[in-house]
């Protein structure tokens, strides 16, 4: 029986640690689509379009002699960005079956254990939604003889839009963002890992009365996250592109499970002190 133990905690911990790793391969990866798009978004740019046009009509009057460079970087760039898209969808995947393990693996333990696996899969869950880009947004428009301008780029994450919100002065905006989405879910992500910890000390109790309290705005974090989105996107105009990227998947992996665990940890209060 305690080999089995011991061979069960250690299949636990190998799961959680690639679900840390496949976490930050998919960071990585979004982060250099991120930055290939942002590439793109430039030469795509009335400058850049006009160079491209120009070194076009150059390689013909020189019969090809002359390559088009602009043309060969942009679709290089197009490369990138699409081999490091599929790569971050697939890490991505590759986190969810970890995180599939890890969900059929904490069945097998007590309701303690349970709570215990999936309250480090939440944590972890919420850092890369954090750190993860949320959406990008592109503006553009169709100018006559260079086609579709862009007129505008950004990649939007929650850590990196607190920051641009502070300094554009949207102070009330910012602080909504920065509680609900970054302080409360991290407070909330610690307090019931520490509860489960000391869940036989006698002040433990009086946290059940908190975690019914709690599921009522558990939903809030998506809330947020989503008026978040509105928000950002709600400046660029008819011709605004929004696509949403791997963190908002973290994140709302997180929310799902955070429920989940403020229920167990309810229950094995309740069990333990009934």
Same mark, same amino acid.
């Given at each position: 029986?305690?080999?089995?133990?011991?061979?069960?905690?250690?299949?636990?911990?190998?799961?959680?640690?690639?679900?840390?790793?496949?976490?930050?391969?998919?960071?990585?990866?979004?982060?250099?689509?991120?930055?290939?798009?942002?590439?793109?978004?430039?030469?795509?740019?009335?400058?850049?379009?006009?160079?491209?046009?120009?070194?076009?009509?150059?390689?013909?009057?020189?019969?090809?002699?002359?390559?088009?460079?602009?043309?060969?970087?942009?679709?290089?760039?197009?490369?990138?960005?699409?081999?490091?898209?599929?790569?971050?969808?697939?890490?991505?995947?590759?986190?969810?079956?970890?995180?599939?393990?890890?969900?059929?693996?904490?069945?097998?333990?007590?309701?303690?254990?349970?709570?215990?696996?999936?309250?480090?899969?939440?944590? &972890?869950?919420?850092?890369?939604?954090? &750190?993860?880009?949320?959406?990008?947004?592109?503006?553009?428009?169709?100018?006559?003889?260079?086609?579709?301008?862009?007129?505008?780029?950004?990649?939007?994450?929650?850590?990196?839009?607190?920051?641009?919100?502070?300094?554009?002065?949207?102070?009330?905006?910012?602080?909504?963002?920065?509680?609900?989405?970054?302080?409360?879910?991290?407070?909330?992500?610690?307090?019931?890992?520490?509860?489960?910890?000391?869940?036989?000390?006698?002040?433990?109790?009086?946290?059940?009365?908190?975690?019914?309290?709690?599921?009522?705005?558990?939903?809030?974090?998506?809330?947020?996250?989503?008026?978040?989105?509105?928000?950002?996107?709600?400046?660029?105009?008819?011709?605004?592109?929004?696509?949403?990227?791997?963190?908002?998947?973290?994140?709302?992996?997180?929310?799902?499970?955070?429920?989940?665990?403020?229920?167990?940890?309810?229950?094995?209060?309740?069990?333990?002190?009934?």
């Amino acid at each position: 029986m305690k080999l089995l133990k011991v061979l069960q905690i250690i299949l636990i911990l190998t799961l959680l640690s690639l679900m840390s790793y496949f976490g930050y391969i998919t960071y990585k990866e979004a982060k250099i689509y991120e930055q290939q798009t942002s590439q793109i978004a430039t030469m795509s740019d009335a400058n850049g379009l006009a160079s491209e046009k120009i070194d076009a009509l150059t390689s013909i009057i020189s019969l090809g002699l002359v390559k088009n460079e602009s043309k060969e970087k942009l679709e290089e760039l197009q490369h990138k960005k699409q081999m490091a898209n599929k790569k971050s969808k697939t890490y991505f995947y590759y986190f969810l079956l970890s995180l599939g393990g890890v969900i059929l693996l904490s069945f097998t333990c007590s309701l303690r254990g349970t709570a215990m696996t999936l309250s480090f899969s939440t944590f &972890i869950s919420l850092i890369y939604g954090l &750190i993860n880009p949320i959406l990008m947004v592109t503006i553009h428009k169709n100018i006559e003889y260079l086609g579709d301008v862009i007129l505008s780029f950004e990649s939007k994450g929650i850590i990196g839009s607190i920051s641009k919100l502070f300094d554009s002065g949207e102070i009330a905006v910012a602080l909504t963002i920065l509680l609900f989405s970054v302080t409360l879910p991290i407070l909330k992500s610690l307090t019931l890992t520490f509860t489960l910890l000391f869940y036989n000390k006698s002040w433990s109790i009086k946290l059940v009365n908190f975690f019914k309290h709690l599921g009522k705005w558990s939903m809030l974090d998506v809330f947020v996250v989503a008026t978040f989105l509105v928000y950002i996107t709600s400046n660029g105009g008819e011709m605004t592109h929004a696509e949403i990227q791997v963190g908002l998947y973290f994140f709302l992996i997180y929310v799902i499970l955070s429920m989940i665990v403020a229920l167990l940890t309810q229950k094995v209060l309740q069990k333990y002190h009934s």
